[in-house]
């Protein structure tokens, strides 16, 4: 946040110092100084928590306004290296390493797991959040009564405090002029991935106080549980054991958080859902993607109708399934409960195109004429001489199946309401797909393009991950794609990935993987270039099973020529990259060179890039800023929409897609029009055709028709 003085306490598993450790590599280091210092504060509670069980309580969080506890439960097959821990009274006593974060943590969590046979990611939490006992009633006639005058002392009665009488030679104590106080509301988050952790959870004696009807507890050691909110998958919830385990305690109301299929229906993202809908009614050849899941069409996935429809639960138990936006009040103490108030309600496609064509009349006749620019065989675009640009050679022929390029983020820096981070993805069909760059959100991003089951096809089929820079818009998703695709292909023979990135980004996935299985191999940016490739080829003794040799293969397999990273200015070890696509030859013998896509990442005009780009079929340039905004873009070292342009026409390119724009202009960019002949503005789940790039051009002032007002706002700028 760039203010000095801010600091974060960040408290979680033992396991967590990994993950901290990781970020080093990509987060600055005065941010990172700041957690440090936090996180060394704690050594001392850390330590003093070394020696203590898993099954025991540890409050990392005791700030008078909330209590927040965290209970460690491991699975239950740990084994204990060793029959007793020197210390210990009892033999066979796994360890707890602590909550709280700090330098000296791996070594305690090396010690752990030198004691138990416990992997990172093993070990699951319940958090117990308590807020303060609420007190009892105050009644001013008893006090008054017992001698004590209006004023300070009735404070420091209601605060607890006993005192002296104004009229009496007695002490007056706080329940002698209350009603007792009661327990504050306390709320449970339960993480219990696996039926080996239920186990554990079930023994756990530290929640013990928090059951209700318990034999022989006294009642003043019971504190009652308001609320419990459930993030164990269906298939843990869903048993006896766990359902037992719930009824517990007692009258709770139990949220369960990963259990509705509905909540895609609805989406969080309203705007970004809406936005996708229109674009797909003025032009679903671009935009292919309804904003919006029915549950007619959920229910079709396998995944959605293999879901228990009703869950048995003991009728003992109150069961809610959590919704977007679901609340439960915890204060003030009358409107403890569930709150759905702000609930999105459920928007169909219809009312959003029904207002849509409301405001905007002329968009159906510009969706009409859209339609009719799609013709000829398979919908192929024709070039109707819509343009002087002739048609380029490598176009011949081309089918609609050879590759499409799927932009899941055109925005930058953080995500927006309209635009996600960087991220396209090159889709080659029965070929495989290839990732540019994979900002936060991508995974998301590839499941609202593509659907649940087709995301997870999609990630299954990459040959390769390519990242530009170290800039976390840039590639903070590439982990959870990676942990998805090693999940969806265990059990099944498979390849790592390779992942092409800047060094950084390596220190960071290597630190990752303590953490999680990625399944990666990794390639340095640096070893693509034009002249590192060049001295691959002459070299008689390269590795056959070396990172480099084994991308050559996955690009012969898909149809490519050479991926190469070309050095752009933007920061140390930045890159764009160009991907050549292999000559083919069609029905009558002839051949027809392939085509060529270059992606500049982020850059200031760059000379390389241009050289790199000449006769390139597409150029994907990044265009962060207006053209009003030179001096910013100089000193960011980004490039203006008429940048972009440029270089694209001193590189000869045959078309141009700008994107990676300033989250200033939420909807649609500034632009010249004039300058637009051959480019096009990018927008999120845009899907773009190779065999559609003639056309895209014409697109673009039906695109403006759907953003009046920030189009109005612009001119008048």
């Not at 609320?227 to 305690?249: D, G």
């Amino acid at each position: 946040m760039g203010k000095e003085g801010m600091s974060v306490h960040v408290s979680g598993p033992p396991d967590l110092y990994l993950l901290v450790k990781a970020m080093e590599s990509f987060i600055s280091n005065s941010a990172m100084g700041q957690i440090d210092s936090v996180l060394r504060n704690g050594s001392d509670e850390v330590a003093s928590a070394s020696s203590s069980k898993f099954d025991r309580l540890f409050a990392p969080i005791t700030d008078g306004v909330v209590k927040l506890s965290a209970v460690l439960v491991p699975p239950c097959c740990l084994k204990v290296c060793g029959s007793m821990k020197e210390g210990s009274s009892e033999p066979n006593t796994p360890l707890i390493s602590g909550s709280h974060l700090a330098e000296d943590l791996q070594a305690q969590w090396m010690n752990l797991t030198a004691e138990v046979a416990l992997n990172p990611g093993e070990l699951s939490v319940v958090y117990i959040c308590e807020l303060p006992e609420i007190k009892g009633k105050f009644y001013p006639d008893k006090a008054a009564a017992l001698g004590v005058e209006p004023g300070p002392k009735y404070g420091q009665l209601q605060r607890g405090n006993s005192v002296e009488s104004d009229h009496q030679n007695i002490i007056v104590h706080p329940c002698d002029v209350m009603e007792p106080s009661t327990h504050g509301p306390i709320v449970l988050l339960v993480d219990c991935p696996t039926p080996s952790h239920l186990q554990e959870l079930s023994s756990l004696q530290s929640l013990t106080p928090f059951y209700s009807n318990i034999s022989g507890q006294p009642v003043e050691m019971c504190k009652k549980v308001n609320c419990l909110i459930h993030l164990s998958p269906v298939s843990v919830t869903n048993t006896p054991a766990y359902e037992q385990w719930m009824a517990r305690f007692g009258e709770a109301q139990h949220i369960m958080a990963r259990h509705e299929p509905k909540n895609i229906e609805i989406p969080i993202l309203k705007s970004s859902s809406r936005i996708a809908a229109t674009l797909n009614y003025l032009c679903p050849q671009l935009f292919p993607s309804p904003g919006f899941w029915s549950l007619q069409q959920l229910k079709s996935l396998p995944s959605i109708s293999k879901f228990p429809r009703e869950l048995s639960r003991p009728t003992s138990c109150q069961i809610t399934y959590a919704e977007n936006l679901l609340k439960f009040h915890l204060l003030p103490y009358k409107e403890l409960g569930l709150d759905n108030s702000n609930v999105p309600a459920t928007i169909s496609r219809t009312e959003i195109l029904n207002e849509l064509t409301s405001n905007i009349p002329e968009i159906i006749s510009a969706s009409e004429h859209i339609s009719q620019l799609w013709h000829g065989n398979n919908g192929i675009v024709e070039e109707l001489q819509l343009h002087e640009t002739p048609l380029p050679s490598c176009l011949e022929g081309i089918t609609r199946e050879d590759m499409e390029i799927v932009f899941l983020g055109t925005g930058s820096s953080q995500p927006s309401k309209y635009r996600n981070v960087s991220s396209i993805f090159i889709n080659l069909f029965l070929k495989g797909s290839i990732l540019l760059d994979c900002g936060e959100g991508t995974l998301g991003q590839l499941k609202r393009r593509f659907g649940v089951e087709g995301a997870d096809e999609a990630v299954k089929g990459l040959k390769c991950i390519w990242i530009s820079h170290i800039h976390a818009d840039h590639h903070a998703g590439v982990a959870r794609i990676l942990a998805l695709r090693h999940d969806l292909l265990s059990g099944s023979p498979h390849e790592p990935l390779i992942v092409v990135g800047p060094r950084q980004l390596e220190i960071f996935l290597d630190r990752y993987q303590m953490l999680e299985e990625l399944d990666m191999q990794f390639l340095d940016c640096r070893d693509t270039t034009e002249s590192s490739w060049e001295a691959f080829e002459s070299n008689d003794d390269n590795d056959a099973n070396g990172s480099t040799c084994r991308l050559k293969n996955l690009l012969r397999q898909a149809g490519l020529m050479t991926l190469i990273s070309v050095p752009v200015i933007h920061c140390p070890q930045a890159f764009g990259i160009v991907l050549k696509f292999a000559d083919r030859t069609n029905v009558i013998g002839k051949k027809i060179p392939g085509w060529k896509i270059v992606y500049s990442g982020d850059t200031r005009p760059c000379p390389e890039l241009v050289k790199a780009s000449r006769e390139a079929t597409l150029l994907i340039h990044e265009a962060t800023f207006e053209d009003g905004m030179l001096e910013e873009a100089i000193a960011k070292n980004h490039s203006t929409m008429g940048e972009a342009i440029e270089a694209g026409d001193a590189a000869g390119a045959y078309r141009v897609i700008l994107t990676h724009f300033s989250q200033r202009y939420p909807k649609i960019p500034v632009f010249d029009g004039t300058y637009m002949h051959k480019a096009c503005i990018a927008f999120d789940l845009m899907s773009v055709n190779l065999a559609d790039l003639p056309i895209l051009p014409s697109v673009v002032p039906y695109l403006k028709l759907l953003f009046p007002d920030e189009m109005s706002i612009n001119e008048a700028n």
